[in-house]
Nanobody, 127 residues
Framework: QVQLVESGGGLVQAGGSLRLSCAASERTLSSHAVGWFRQTPGKERGFVAAISVNGGITYYLDSVKGRFTISRDNAKNTVYLQMNSLQPGDTAVYYC????????????????????WGQGTQVTVSS
């Protein structure tokens, strides 16, 4: 069992930055691919970014490319989502998710492909 805890959300003005963290407790993330998703009221949870086990491959939602960066520090069992140039449309609850995989270069973009989920952290971008 992997327990994930997100942190770093908050209220920021448009154009500002936030860094979200996803920390794993009790189990290592070093053999898990990790993704970030977000959800707004009345909408389905949507993919934002993903990173492979070895951190060498990343993938992003088109609308966040060039603004968001996903990274990981396996020694700290933590995955980050650096969000720059935030826009009101980025307002959502952000969730991290993880799944184990034998393939160090594999990433996943569908929520049903993930096994473990955090509780979410609210990001609000004001205009």
């Amino acid at each position: 069992q992997v327990q994930l805890v997100e942190s770093g959300g908050g209220l920021v003005q448009a154009g500002g930055s936030l860094r979200l963290s996803c920390a794993a407790s009790e189990r290592t993330l070093s053999s898990h691919a990790v993704g970030w998703f977000r959800q707004t009221p009345g909408k389905e949870r949507g993919f934002v970014a993903a990173i492979s086990v070895n951190g060498g491959i990343t993938y992003y939602l088109d609308s966040v490319k060039g603004r968001f960066t996903i990274s990981r520090d396996n020694a700290k069992n933590t995955v980050y989502l650096q969000m720059n140039s935030l826009q009101p449309g980025d307002t959502a609850v952000y969730y991290c998710a993880a799944r184990s995989t034998y393939y160090s270069g594999r990433y996943y973009v569908n929520d049903y492909e993930y096994t473990y989920w955090g509780q979410g952290t609210q990001v609000t971008v004001s205009s």
